[in-house]
């Protein structure tokens, strides 16, 4: 065999096993253009951590409506309320029942960490080890009353005879968290009448003369009853969070405004009571989602929010302005930073928290 017959078998044999690589690289990206994204034919649930009609309530189902497209393999979307003790009863059942399979999560009641810091019984979870999905807009507190009450200021809650009475879900509500830092701050003394199941519930309560006044998130001013309330000047604003004011509500007065020298030290509290402010629509799913299942929902949720018809209805409905969002991994790294805090500070939380 001569030299050139022997180049010739090394050129064939050479062809042929790049032939053959190029087969079996052909064969496998057939399969993988087979095979079907996870979310394909399955139904993701979004779990409410409020009654019909709440604000939470109106950002799920608007989630719902948008978020399946942006899912890859576009799932089918439902939504189920899971009201209940402010939102702790969602959490709960989320965190310790719901498998971690990447189909579930909850809209959370974004103030449920607090109750987690001051070690309330009821609470069965780890604020930050739920799989956090992403957030978006602000919605800073205030305060309103009824008009025909004497509650018409700070300095006239102070010096009422009688307590204004709050309407409140439940000692971990964002209701009940802000009213308590304002009867801290400015040393009024408030009542909390508990127990109702939704914010459209405790609206009906003041309504119907069971409370005189709700501590809130600006937003809800948009809505039923409170843009019939605002028109006929039924409730009075009494004061906002801050430190910026909100375009939302009238001329009123802020916290740090207000706040008397005595009530600094609660007024420093405010990055951790009211670090839920900066994440206004929070979700989060099960512990344990497998990595590249939560990083879909995240991303998915982040392309839902640049949606051009998200973006409209969610202004519609919620006035959010498009800008004001945390992605899931800011999300983690906010949740960490405030809840992980030193026994100093968890001791006055918990003063802020009393139940009055």
């Not at 399946?68 to 003790?85: D, I, L, S």
């Not at 408030?190 to 998130?217: F, H, P, Q, W």
Request: with cysteine; proline share 7%.
């Amino acid at each position: 065999m001569t030299s050139s017959d022997i180049s010739t078998i090394k050129i064939s044999a050479v062809g042929l096993t790049i032939f053959t690589l190029l087969a079996i690289d052909s064969i496998g990206w057939a399969q993988v253009q087979t095979v079907k994204p996870f979310y394909e034919g399955k139904t993701i649930q979004i779990l409410v951590a409020a009654g019909p009609g709440a604000t939470t309530d109106i950002s799920a189902r608007l989630v719902g409506r948008f978020i399946g497209k942006h899912v890859p393999g576009n799932p089918n979307v439902v939504v189920q309320n899971v009201p209940g003790a402010g939102g702790v009863v969602a959490a709960n059942q989320v965190y310790n029942l719901t498998k971690p399979d990447g189909l579930t999560f909850l809209a959370v009641t974004r103030s449920n960490y607090l109750d987690q810091m001051v070690e309330k019984p009821e609470v069965k979870f780890d604020f930050r080890k739920f799989s956090w999905v992403g957030s978006f807009n602000k919605s800073p507190m205030m305060v309103a009353c009824r008009s025909d009450t004497p509650y018409k200021s700070v300095s006239a809650m102070r010096s009422a005879k009688t307590p204004p009475r709050f309407g409140q879900a439940g000692t971990g509500s964002i209701s009940f968290v802000f009213a308590n830092l304002i009867s801290k701050v400015f040393d009024i003394k408030i009542k909390n009448v508990l127990g109702y199941g939704s914010g459209r519930e405790i609206d009906l309560g003041m309504e119907r003369g069971e409370a005189d006044c709700r501590a809130t998130s600006d937003i809800t001013v948009i809505r039923t009853p409170w843009n019939r309330w605002v028109k006929e000047n039924w409730v009075t604003f009494v004061v906002q969070q801050g430190p910026e004011k909100s375009r939302l509500l009238p001329p009123v007065p802020t916290v740090t405004e207000l706040a008397p020298p005595e009530g600094a030290p609660f007024v420093s509290l405010m990055n951790v009571v009211l670090a839920y402010t900066e994440f206004d629509r929070p979700y989060a799913a099960p512990p344990g989602v497998p990595k590249e299942r939560l990083q879909i929902l995240r991303d998915s949720f982040e392309r839902m929010l640049k949606d051009p018809e998200f973006l409209a209805e969610a202004k519609k409905q919620l006035d959010w302005d498009g800008n004001t969002f945390l992605t899931g991994e800011q999300m983690r790294q906010k949740i960490e930073a405030t809840v992980t805090q030193p026994p100093d500070v968890i001791k006055r939380i918990k003063e802020v928290l009393e139940e009055s």
